[in-house]
């Protein structure tokens, strides 16, 4: 309000984004995790992380290359990866057996790595299914791509949403990988500010300006007064970000909880705000079915996992919801889902 009043913001803000918000987005890297930025030549700010994809991929991809992403993927990767002219080369995340929880198999990443590839493109805290990488599996694919002389872009969005044992570790933190990593990150995601669009990249100088050559014919600049409103926020103190881990982690078993009463197997979020349910439990095998008459029949909506896989039949069984809401609209929802039951 303070930037609305103050007439700061009106005009067009400096395409790498307004200085504020850069220093603030390397001190947040530096305080949270050791990473050195400059400012002025290693921080970009972006209309969202969904930009910052798009960008990215578009400056960093010719046509023919190949990029292994993990599948399930947010749905956005598909689309850049085509605009750029490259081909997208899933690697599955499949549910770890006893774990309640989705696992990489790191000798499927390593093959699917050829001599077309050019980046790998990691989501940790991973969208669909709440899988926190692990810092062995995150190290096995520094590895990989220091000996393969690979870049990665790393979608660390919901870097702030871990819970219980899980830790967030940042691929640039790992030997050989600050150079070559690209990481993207959300002020939507880490403070409720979806609606604002402002998210951000940090690589190195030549990464970064390759990212800012394709951004500026993307949105050109975008959330000026916004901007200033997010360097504050990334100032805040550590109690917040636990006090917002505390009150989604309050979420997330309630909406767990009630999916399992309903019926749902249910696998437990290590991260994000997302759960990812198998329903076959309920005597069903169709997401997609299953998501169309949801609405109707109770009063709910899901995803079905299948949109975010190229082989769709690795996730036809199974059903995000979404925790981000108010705990009257989740004890809601999970009464409603057990009625469904029966």
Known sequence: MRALRDGRGNQYPPGPGVPELRTAIADHQLRRYGL?????????????ATEAIAATLLALLEPGDEVVALEPYYDSYAACIAMAGATRVPVTLRPDPGQARFRLDLDELRDAVTGRTRLLLINTPHNPTGTVLTR????????????????????????????????????????????????IGSS???????????????????????????????????????????AEALALPDSYFADFRADMRVKRDLLAAGLADAGFAVFRPAGTYFVTTDIRPLG??????????LPE??????????????????????????????????????????????
């Open 188 to 230: 939507g995601k880490t403070f409720s500010f979806t609606g604002w669009k402002v998210g951000w990249v940090t690589a190195s100088p030549g990464l970064v300006t390759a990212v800012r050559s394709a951004k500026q014919f993307l949105t050109y600049v975008s959330s000026g007064p916004f901007q200033y409103a997010v």
């Open 284 to 293: 069903e095998s169709d997401g997609f079915a299953f998501c169309r008459s």
């Open 297 to 342: 029949r109770a009063g709910v909506v899901a995803i079905p996992n299948a949109v975010f896989y190229d082989h769709r039949e690795e996730g036809a069984p199974f059903v995000r919801f979404a925790f981000c809401k108010r705990v009257s609209v989740l004890e809601e929802a999970a009464t409603r889902l057990k009625a469904l039951a029966g």
């Open 136 to 183: 062995e599996e995150l190290t096995a694919i520094a590895e990989l791509a220091v000996e393969r002389d690979l870049l990665v872009v790393t979608d660390e969005v919901y870097e702030h949403l871990v819970f219980d044992e899980a830790e967030h570790v940042p691929l640039a933190t790992l030997p050989g990988m600050r150079e070559r990593t690209v990481t």
């Open 36 to 48: 050195s930025f400059d400012p002025d030549t290693e921080v970009l700010v972006t209309a969202g």
